[in-house]
């Protein structure tokens, strides 16, 4: 069964930073792109960046709300991938889910809460 | 930018079917595949369509998905609505840089 478990979410002060993890079972974790989406309370998906394979030089992108803050990066061998999250504003607070295709099918986790409130 | 754009709101009665459209701002919405994703509150998203019109095995048939290049748009359809139906839907696509977009999500009624 394929399982994503995001987890370190919590409440942070404005400036501050977060790590947050998303580990993978059930799959070959190497294989393909993990992207990370966040949600805010009412309001729709947005995409916040992606890490690729190791085929494709781990390459990342980010979204323009996120860049130079936020860092995505994978550890194969743990079947894990984290978001690291700094100078986090007030606007970031927001469910965060992990998300990745298996043979084209997208996976999602359950999502862990940032709150960014002081 | 690319974008997807979709319809806030939809509704319809049980039985009936509806048809939510996707429509991309620019460039071929068929160069790059598109998915679908159901959405009920509180819970994560899964994916009732992916690579344009292939359903997960689990998802019933009454969902269908397709592409119209003439209009640049993709469309999810669901057919013998149920009022389990009544949700969100966010299509999802790709740019030309392989970073994911997503459409504003459109909620569904079913009454």
């Known amino acids: 069964e394929v399982q994503l478990v995001e987890s370190g979410g919590g409440l942070v002060q404005p400036g501050g930073s977060l790590k947050l993890s998303c580990a993978a079972s059930?799959?070959?974790?190497?294989?393909?792109?993990m992207h990370w989406v966040r949600q805010a309370s009412g309001k729709g998906l947005e995409w916040v960046g992606r890490?690729?394979?190791?085929?494709?030089?781990?390459?990342?992108a980010y979204a323009a709300s996120v860049k130079g803050r936020f860092t995505i990066s994978r550890d194969d061998s743990k079947n894990t991938a984290y978001l690291q999250m700094n100078s986090l504003k007030t606007e970031d607070t927001a469910v965060y889910y992990c998300?990745?295709?298996?043979?084209?099918?997208?996976?999602w986790g359950q999502g862990t809460l940032v709150t960014v409130s002081s | 930018n690319f974008m997807l754009t979709q319809p806030h709101s939809v509704s319809e009665s049980p039985g009936k079917t509806v048809t939510i459209s996707c429509t991309g701002s620019?460039?071929?919405?068929?160069?790059?595949?598109v998915q679908w994703y159901q959405q009920r509150p509180g819970s994560a998203p899964t994916t009732v369509i992916y690579?344009?019109?292939?359903?997960p095995s689990g998802v019933p048939d009454r969902f269908s998905g397709s592409i119209d290049s003439s209009s640049n748009s993709a469309s999810l359809t669901i057919s013998g609505l149920k009022t389990e139906d009544e949700a969100d839907y966010y299509c999802?696509?790709?740019?030309?840089?392989?970073?994911?977009?997503f459409g504003g999500g459109t909620k569904l009624t079913v009454l």
């Open positions: 059930g799959f070959t974790f190497s294989g393909s792109a």
């Open positions: 998300t990745k295709a298996v043979a084209g099918i997208y996976y």
């Open positions: 690579e344009d019109n292939q359903r």
């Open positions: 999802q696509s790709y740019d030309s840089s392989y970073s994911a977009v």
């Open positions: 890490i690729r394979s190791k085929a494709n030089s781990y390459a990342t």
């Open positions: 620019s460039g071929s919405i068929a160069s790059n595949y």
